[in-house]
C-alpha cells in the first residue's frame, strides 16, 4: 500500500499550487482530478496582477489579449472608457492556464491522477483515506482539498459560507471586425440586480460575456445575460460554451482545516466578495497550504490566510454592500480620477482593498454613504 506524504483533492488553480510549493519542498505529492487536463472551465479567465505575481517564474502565462482600457456602464446606459498607459487585466482560456500549471506541478515532482473521482473522506490521528468512485482508496498523511465548494473536501471539513452567487457565462466566437472592436478593452456593466453586474472579456477568437448575482434570482439574472447579449449585437452568435455555476464564500470564522484535511480555493470558500475574483485566491491560498505541509506545520496555514487573505475579504465585503446599495453612486465614483485610481491599483496588484479602504478620504466617503436615505427601488429593475 502507498502512502502518500499528500494527496491533493483537484487539479485547479488552487490544487496544482499546492501541488506544486510541496512536491519542490521534497513532499512526496499526488493529485487526483476527476477530469483530464486541458478542460473547460467556466471562469471570466481575467488575471489581476496578484495572480500573475502568484505564477512567475513557475509558467508562462498563455495569453490572449492584454487589456488597458475598461468601458463603464449602468444597466447599459451612461457609459464611459478610461484607458491606462499599461496593462490592467491579461486574458486567459483556463483550459490553457490550468494545463500550463500542471504541467509545472509535474515538473516538481507531483504526480498527477486524472479521471479519477473522490467520493469520501475517512480520517483517523493516522492518516486520511480518499474513497474513489472506482473502488480504488488513496492513503496520505495529509490532504489539501481543491475541488470546489460543492465538493467532498468542502463538506467533509464544514466550510460554512456568507454568500453565494450565480454567476452565467457564455463563450461566443465572433469574426475578425469584432475582434478588432474588443482588442484590448474590457466591459463592466453595473446591472439592475443588488450586487450585479456584466462583463465581456476578449480572449482573441472568442469574447467570454457573463453576469453574476446573488443566488435567488435565477430566472432574472439569465434575463440580464439575454438583454446583455442582446445590446452587445450578439444575439445571433451560436455560443461555444453556455454554462453557469456558484460561487460561495465563507464566513470568517468557518474552518480551513479539519484534522489532517485542508481546504483551499473555492473549497475554502476565499474568493474576493465584490468581484467575485477568485484565482488570485486560488493560486495563493495553494501556496500558503502547500507550504505549510511542507514545514510540518499544518495550523500556519491557517494563521496565513487570517493575516494575508482575511483582511481583503472583509474589506471586499464592505465595497460589496456599499456597492449594491449605491450602484450608480458607484459608477459615479469610477468616473472621477481618485475611484479609477484605485481600480487601476486593484487590478494591478499594487493594493489591496483593505489597505485602500482604510484611507482617510475613502472612510469619509463611505460614512457619507452609510448617512445617506435608502434609495427607492430602481425602475430599471427587471420584472419578476
Known amino acids: 500500500m502507498i502512502v502518500w506524504d499528500l494527496a491533493v483533492v483537484g487539479g485547479g488553480p488552487a490544487g496544482l499550487s499546492a501541488a506544486y510549493v510541496a512536491a519542490r519542498a521534497g513532499v512526496r ?10 478542460r473547460y472551465k467556466t471562469c471570466g479567465g481575467g488575471l489581476i496582477g496578484t495572480s500573475l505575481a502568484a505564477v512567475t517564474g513557475r509558467i508562462e502565462v498563455p495569453a490572449h489579449d492584454r487589456v488597458d482600457r475598461v468601458t463603464f456602464t449602468r444597466d447599459g446606459r451612461r457609459g464611459f472608457t478610461r484607458r491606462h498607459g499599461g496593462p490592467l487585466v491579461t486574458m486567459v482560456r483556463r483550459e490553457e492556464f490550468d494545463d500550463r500549471l500542471r504541467a509545472a506541478a509535474v515538473d516538481a515532482g507531483a504526480e498527477i491522477r486524472q479521471r479519477v473521482a473522490v467520493r469520501a473522506v475517512e480520517q483517523d490521528p493516522d492518516g486520511v483515506r480518499l474513497r474513489l468512485a472506482d473502488g480504488d482508496t488513496v492513503h496520505a498523511r495529509t490532504v489539501i482539498g481543491a475541488d470546489g465548494s460543492s465538493g467532498v473536501t468542502a463538506r467533509h471539513v464544514g466550510v460554512d459560507y456568507r454568500q453565494v452567487d450565480l454567476g452565467l457565462e457564455v463563450e461566443l466566437p465572433v469574426p475578425p471586425e469584432e475582434q478588432a472592436r474588443w482588442r484590448g478593452r474590457v466591459l463592466l456593466d453595473w446591472g439592475p440586480l443588488a450586487g450585479s453586474y456584466a462583463w465581456v472579456f476578449p480572449k482573441g477568437d472568442r469574447l467570454t460575456v457573463g453576469v453574476i448575482a446573488g443566488r435567488g434570482e435565477g430566472e432574472r439574472t439569465r434575463e440580464y445575460l439575454r438583454r446583455f447579449v442582446g445590446r452587445l449585437g450578439l444575439t445571433d452568435v451560436p455560443p461555444e460554451h453556455d454554462s453557469g455555476h456558484l460561487t460561495r464564500c465563507r464566513t470568517e470564522n468557518s474552518p480551513l482545516r479539519r484534522g489532517r484535511v485542508l481546504v483551499v480555493g473555492d473549497a475554502a470558500g476565499l474568493l474576493e466578495p465584490w468581484s467575485r475574483e477568485g484565482i488570485s485566491y486560488a493560486l495563493r491560498s495553494g501556496e500558503m497550504a502547500g507550504a505549510a505541509v511542507a514545514a510540518g506545520d499544518p495550523a500556519g496555514y491557517e494563521r496565513a490566510v487570517a493575516a494575508r487573505l482575511v483582511p481583503s475579504m472583509r474589506a471586499g465585503h464592505r465595497l460589496l454592500d456599499v456597492f449594491s446599495r449605491r450602484p450608480d453612486v458607484f459608477h459615479a465614483l469610477l468616473a472621477t ?47 419578476g
Open 29 to 38: 505529492t499526488v493529485v487526483v482530478e476527476r477530469a483530464v487536463h486541458p
Open 337 to 383: 480620477p481618485p475611484g479609477w485610481r484605485m481600480f487601476v491599483r486593484f487590478c494591478q496588484g499594487r493594493a489591496s482593498f483593505d489597505e485602500t479602504l482604510s484611507r482617510p478620504p475613502v472612510r469619509a466617503a463611505l460614512a457619507l454613504l452609510d448617512r445617506l436615505p435608502a434609495p427607492r427601488r430602481a425602475a430599471a429593475e427587471l420584472p
